[in-house]
């Protein structure tokens, strides 16, 4: 980015990370993804934070995590202070918490893998679709993108039964070569990016990339990926442009191509109308709206940024971004930093 | 009033939130008085001797109403109602006001959802406290779906129906996607009970959201979902076949059309070469380009281009290099499609 709009971006940063708005009341629950949205950001501008917030970050953060007599995996915030029973782990906040972990460069010596795989499992269900918690039985692929990041990032996938997970995700096809949030539902953007990116990890896992998707199935995904460009991008068809769109479709497409034959050159988007569009959602006052025009989010911000970090080679204003992996959507320092220590583990 | 300030609740100490010293990215609570932050101290309160009360029930109301996303907060209402036998059905009425008002919150149709397996799964939900309830709340997800309707409730999955059916007009927003989820897990889990009276309604309930927005794709995707998910196609794959190509006739560059069209045809493993929608497509892309300032519509050219690849016809290549200078977004998609007809 140009300085002046990493300047902006930084102080739309710094602002939320010392007090989020009262409108951020209702995701009380949920404050690590909050967390994760802003310190992935500052990852991707190239900021580093200062070293005494990062310990005591790094403590806020264990003391979200259950033990695992309690159920293991980690809460969305201290926001209930009461027995687990009532407010278990969230596999959601799991996955949130082991990211802004690596952010903030934790050793992950305190970390409770066997309490982590515990949570995993009691959040399964027999089809292979998971719960944000054992207490809800809502599931779908949000949380089976949830529980394979989470088995990347730990590198142990022994919790998700791949057999019915794979089945699952399949359940999930559209027939216009989407995926939806549910079997027999309508495709839409970011759950046909769970979908591809749960795909990716799992043949990562298994060590076989060519086998999970048929070339029809890929050409049809391929074509759907393709016609949500509008200038930006569209999460369903015949819809208006959205700026974490961006994210979700180019990182859709990028597991696509890791799973099939397509070579890794590929490109189908066109870059500079893209990069205008979520440049248009950039507020006068810092941070990246869903439109142009609304008030900035830490969502929609740190999505657009992620965006524009993979479109950076065409997008003049996005080079001095860091590049990002967008199965995990973390930088690239960030995840060789989590291998490292998880590897030693 | 607050909560800390009331008679109902004096006999308990209301638990502030604990953060620690250095919180990660607090929320700002800063009025003194913040009714928000009053209520969860007093809910911390309940939680932490367990009561399961009417006042506790409130109490959780109060939050959602400030705090649909919730979940624990959710979650303890549901142990409340289960708990204390409570009627179920004030609590549909209850979540009739609040689906209405949190759309978009993913935890108010969860909770419809578990009121109404109960209601369909008893004939007397919760009347006699000393009857446990059909469907408990698990502490392990695999059994929490519930068992078969009975069919006495039917009237509940048709109340349901016309439900979502006022909402969609009400929020004018037809194209809600935890709506549409909700009005499909009705269908399948009431799939043996409905009628043929019931999904002639149904369609006839597509068909004029269809002719409010022929935009609209949750409706396409919904109208795939019952006749050829639930297999409510009592016609033939023809006669559906020239119901698509009238809509499109009307919105020529409809891509929800085109693509349920392609839908359609590939679950009865058919391909793209169908002699009819050949002609239909060659007809409007000639008609437009006839006109001088008019482009054809894409779909239809891409459909002629895509059925020449598939039969490994070299036009192929030749629609989509036009494609490319038409559609120009999308050039490096066009370009490699052209590579793949040239190499066919």
Redesign the interface.
């Known amino acids: 980015m140009v300085d002046e709009s990493n300047a902006l971006i930084s102080k739309f940063l710094h602002r939320?990370?010392n007090?989020?708005?009262?409108a951020?009341?209702?995701?009380?629950?949920?404050?690590?993804t909050?967390?994760y949205f802003?310190i992935e950001a500052f990852g991707i501008i190239g900021e580093c934070l200062p070293q005494q917030?990062t310990i005591?970050?790094i403590?806020?953060?264990y003391?979200c995590q259950l033990d695992f007599g309690l159920g293991g995996g980690f809460r969305g915030?201290?926001?209930?202070?009461?027995?687990p029973i009532?407010?278990p782990s969230?596999l959601t906040m799991t996955y949130a918490a082991i990211l802004l972990l690596g952010l903030l460069r934790d050793d992950f010596t305190r970390l409770d893998k066997p309490g982590i795989l515990k949570s995993i499992r009691?959040?399964?269900?027999?089809d292979g679709s998971?719960?944000?918690?054992?207490?809800?039985?809502?599931?779908d692929i949000r949380l089976v993108y949830c529980a394979c990041a989470t088995s990347t990032l730990i590198n142990d996938f022994s919790e998700v039964h791949i057999p019915t997970t794979i089945a699952y995700i399949h359940a999930c096809r559209?027939?216009?070569g989407s995926y939806a949030?549910?079997p027999?539902?309508?495709?839409?953007g970011g759950t046909t990016y769970c979908a591809l990116a749960s795909l990716e990890m799992i043949s990562q896992h298994l060590n076989q990339s060519s086998t999970l998707l048929n070339e029809e199935d890929v050409s049809?995904t391929?074509?759907?990926l393709?016609?949500r460009?509008?200038?930006g991008f569209q999460g369903?068809?015949?819809?208006d442009s959205d700026a974490c769109y961006s994210f979700w479709i180019r990182g859709a497409f990028n597991s696509l191509k890791a799973i099939s034959s397509l070579p890794p050159s590929?490109?189908?988007?066109?870059d500079a109308?893209d990069g205008n569009f979520i440049l248009s959602c950039l507020h006068p006052l810092g941070g990246i709206a869903k439109y142009p025009d609304e008030l900035p989010d830490v969502l929609h911000n740190c999505l657009g940024l992620s965006a524009l970090s993979m479109a950076s080679n065409r997008v003049d204003q996005a080079k001095s971004l860091k590049r990002i992996n967008s199965t995990l959507n973390v930088d690239i320092e960030t995840l060789d930093h989590i291998k490292r220590k998880m590897s030693v583990r | 009033m607050l909560y800390a300030e009331r008679d109902d609740f004096k006999d308990l100490i209301p638990?502030p939130?604990?953060?620690?010293?250095?919180?990660?990215?607090?929320?700002?609570?800063?009025q003194k008085c913040n009714p928000?932050r009053d209520a969860?101290d007093m809910?911390?309160a309940v939680?932490?001797i367990n009561e399961k009360s009417e006042r506790a029930l409130g109490l959780t109301e109060d939050i959602i109403r400030?705090?649909?996303?919730?979940?624990?907060v959710w979650?303890?209402r549901t142990?409340i109602l289960v708990e204390l036998g409570l009627d179920l059905q004030s609590e549909l009425k209850l979540m009739d006001e609040l689906s209405t008002e949190f759309l978009k919150s993913?935890q108010v149709w969860?909770h419809r959802r578990?009121c109404v397996g109960l209601l369909a799964t008893t004939t007397s939900p919760f009347a006699d406290k000393n009857c446990p309830a059909a469907v408990t709340?698990?502490?392990?997800?695999?059994t929490?779906?519930p068992p078969p309707p009975l069919p006495s409730s039917i009237d509940l999955a048709r109340y349901e129906l016309q439900f979502i059916a006022n909402l969609f007009h009400a929020t004018e927003d037809p194209?809600n996607?935890h709506t549409?989820?909700y009005r499909?897990w009705i269908l399948?889990y009431f799939d043996k009970l409905f009628q043929d009276q019931d999904r002639h309604h149904e369609l006839e309930f597509i068909e004029s959201l269809i002719n409010d927005d022929i935009?609209?794709?949750?409706v396409w995707?919904?109208r795939?979902?019952c006749l050829?998910?639930l297999g409510w196609l009592h016609t033939s794959l023809e006669a559906e076949i020239e119901y698509v190509l009238i809509k499109i006739g009307i919105a020529p560059s409809?891509?929800?059309s085109w693509?349920?069209l392609?839908?359609?045809l590939?679950?009865n493993r058919k391909g793209l070469n169908q002699q009819r929608v050949l002609q239909f497509s060659e007809t409007l892309v000639k008609a437009k380009s006839a006109s001088d300032d008019m482009n054809p519509p894409l779909p239809a050219l891409e459909w002629l281009a895509d059925a020449a690849l598939e039969d490994k016809n070299p036009i192929a290549t030749k629609h989509y290099l036009t494609l490319k200078d038409l559609d120009?977004?999308?050039?490096?998609?066009w370009t490699?499609k052209s590579h793949l007809a040239l190499s066919a």
């Open positions: 939320h990370l007090l989020l708005p009262s951020y009341e209702s995701n009380d629950s949920a404050r690590l909050l967390a802003l917030s005591s970050y403590d806020y953060i003391k915030s201290l926001s209930i202070n009461n027995p009532f407010d969230n009691d959040r399964r269900h027999a998971f719960s944000p918690t054992p207490t809800n039985s809502e599931s559209s027939y216009d949030q549910m027999n539902g309508e495709g839409q049809s391929l074509r759907w393709s016609q460009q509008v200038d369903r068809t015949n819809k590929f490109d189908i988007f066109d109308q | 638990i939130q604990d953060e620690g010293p250095s919180p990660l990215a607090p929320i700002n609570y800063s928000h969860m809910f911390r939680v932490d400030m705090n649909a996303g919730h979940y624990t979650h303890y142990t993913y969860h578990l709340i698990s502490s392990t997800p695999q929490s779906s194209k996607y549409w989820v499909q399948t935009y609209n794709n949750s995707s919904h795939f979902f050829f998910k409809n891509m929800s693509n349920y392609r839908g359609i590939k679950v120009p977004i999308r050039r490096h998609y490699w």
